[in-house]
């Protein structure tokens, strides 16, 4: 979603603190940012959907925008959702999840901002995700708990991401395309 903390992640996980553009204001991704991580893959950083302040037409083009990539990018690996862990879990993230679920699209949560809750308050946030899982007969995704502030969780993601690029490359034996992706989604 806007303004769940997905440019101060990216800069965290890169170690650059100006690569992705970091705002009070939400909504300011409107293209898909393409970074090259250490010339080996892609983080691809998509529009935040929900709270920004946009007119209905610019948020329909966003969301056509997000799902015809989603759907469609041959080299996408995994979606990284955020989400706010001040907060249960919000309609829209639910409905997201439950989107890319249907679309067969592998995925994990990210939980940002986890120096700024308490902790009562994400494992209940963690708990609805795992129930909707279980409502759904499927195996919880992989979860992540990240502040950008404090660097918490960025070894951790960083390892799940070498470990996918690494099983993907030897599965593809270096594929022609070059290179994979790996998205962040707020």
């Known amino acids: 979603r806007s303004n769940v903390g997905k440019s ?18 939400p909504g300011h991704t409107k293209t898909l940012n393409f970074y090259l991580i250490n010339k080996d893959w ?12 946009k007119n209905l037409a610019a948020r329909e083009r966003f969301e056509e925008m997000i799902i015809d990539y989603l759907e469609q990018r041959e080299s996408l690996i995994r979606v990284f959702v955020l989400i706010d862990s001040r907060l249960p879990m919000q309609k829209l993230d639910r409905d997201f999840v439950q989107w890319l679920i249907g679309a067969d699209i592998d ?6 901002k986890v120096d700024k809750t308490k902790p009562a308050i994400l494992r209940e946030t963690r708990r609805q995700f795992e129930a909707l899982f279980q409502q759904l007969g499927l195996s919880a995704s992989p979860m992540f708990e990240t502040s950008s502030e404090t660097g918490a969780g960025k070894l951790e993601i960083l390892r799940f991401i070498g470990a996918e690029v690494a099983s993907v490359e030897s599965d593809e034996d270096e594929s022609e395309e070059g290179g994979t992706e790996v998205t962040a989604t707020p």
């Open 42 to 53: 892609h983080l691809v950083d998509l529009p935040g959907y929900g709270f920004a302040q």
């Open 107 to 112: 995925f994990a949560l990210v939980f940002t």
């Open 8 to 25: 101060s992640l990216i800069n965290r996980l890169t170690g650059q603190t100006g690569l992705a553009k970091v705002s009070a204001t």
